[in-house]
């Protein structure tokens, strides 16, 4: 089993950077594909950003060069910098983990999910 829990949610005005953490607790297994998804007000779940454990990180168009998907091994978390953030980028974002591939993982819904954390940004 792996549990997620996000922090660092808040408000910013346009412009602005949040960065966002995900403590990821395990027992036995570890999670070989890791990412950042959100759900906006009145629209549905989108990935943002995904990174195996190889530290590859991609990326949903809507946020390349804006965001950075990184992760500490050490310290079994995983975060999510934003800069540069827009009114567009309001939504609950929530961290992910699935024991396949990023590929395998995004035909379908990855198996664990955090409780989300939400970000606000005014203009």
């Known amino acids: 089993q792996v549990h997620l829990e996000e922090s660092g949610g808040g408000s910013a005005q346009a412009g602005g950077s949040l960065m966002l953490s995900c403590a990821v607790s395990?027992?036995?297994?570890?999670?070989?594909?890791m990412g950042w998804f959100r759900r906006a007000p009145g629209k549905e779940r989108e990935g943002v950003a995904t990174?195996?454990?190889?530290?590859?990180?991609r990326y949903a168009d809507s946020v390349k060069g804006r965001f950075t998907i990184s992760k500490d091994k050490d310290k079994n978390t995983l975060y999510l910098q934003m800069n540069s953030l827009t009114p567009e980028d309001t939504a609950i974002y929530y961290c992910?983990?699935?024991?396949?591939?990023?590929?395998?993982?995004?035909?379908?819904?990855?198996?664990?999910w955090g409780e989300g954390t939400l970000v606000t940004i005014s203009s």
């Open positions: 395990r027992d036995t297994v570890k999670p070989y594909c």
């Open positions: 992910a983990a699935d024991l396949v591939d990023c590929y395998s993982a995004s035909l379908r819904s990855m198996e664990y």
């Open positions: 990174i195996d454990t190889l530290g590859v990180g």
